[in-house]
């Protein structure tokens, strides 16, 4: 029986130089909290869903992180969360977008997956079935952090200077949380979860909770991705590292390199991905300066990373 799981983070990191060594260990920190929280479950015989899914409630819940609580800006100032996750046994997926009072949008997503007909919902609809639901719910200012709002002004006076939207430093452009484990059963799994980019338009879908870009599992491997999500959308990155599996024969770490090196830099896109194939095997590769990561892997190796250099061989050329 293997066992595996891979998180991100996002792929925006700051600059190593300017990352002090307290937000350094804390960001280390959570990432391990959640890869722990995600193996714990599949250590007692729990599902590749449920893993993923307790993964990506740990980093939504950790301010540090773009995604639930710590959530990104929209220029207008509010806050608008996206969420997928897929079951790569039954390909049956849940997506939510534009969510607003969900504490845990990836639970909302699941619920979404599991409990309706349909595979999105979004903005008022997804609240009100978050009610609905008896999800916990939250008032807006539970998301508010200091650092995103501050971050949102910087981009702003940047924008009025006559900066490109494009050109933003890659931690205000980047965030998303993510996970894919393998289960005991050999059933794959894969969540993401997102506040968008500092500064989206209010309205705005990035690739998370698009299900084949920023998100995708099944039978052969899975897949969370990070990074500019119009991008990805336009790859249809997660499907096309799928497609490369399953149709082209190719490696999950060949076909993720591909879709990274080749044609997200192609579309001059910046970013990442996790990718996990159903003998345990996991690769991390992106062309940003780093990317929040962590993985145990069927082999039982354990990392927890942040930049390209640090000596492994999950992340990148
Ligand atoms: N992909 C996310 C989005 O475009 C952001 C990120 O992962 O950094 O909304």
Redesign the pocket.
Known sequence: MTLAIAIHG???TIRRAELTAERDAALRAGLASALDAGYAVLCAGGSALDAVTAAVVTLEDDPLF?AGRGAVFTLEGTQEL?AAIMDGSTQAAGTVMGVKVAKNPIKLARRVMEATPHVTLGFAAADAFARAQGLECVPMDYYFTETRWQALQLEKARLAAGGRPDEAPADR????VGAVALDGAGHLAAATS?G??TA?WAGRI???PIIGA?TWADARCAVS??????S?IRAAAAHDIAARISYAGQTAQAAAEALVHQTLTRLGGS?GVIVLDAQGRITMPFNSEGMYRAMLDGQGRREVAIYREENNSFSSR
């Open positions: 996002g792929a925006g773009n996206e452009k980047h965030g998303t997102t968008g980019m989206k990035g690739d998370t920023g991705c990070t990074g500019h999500g119009e990805f970013g």
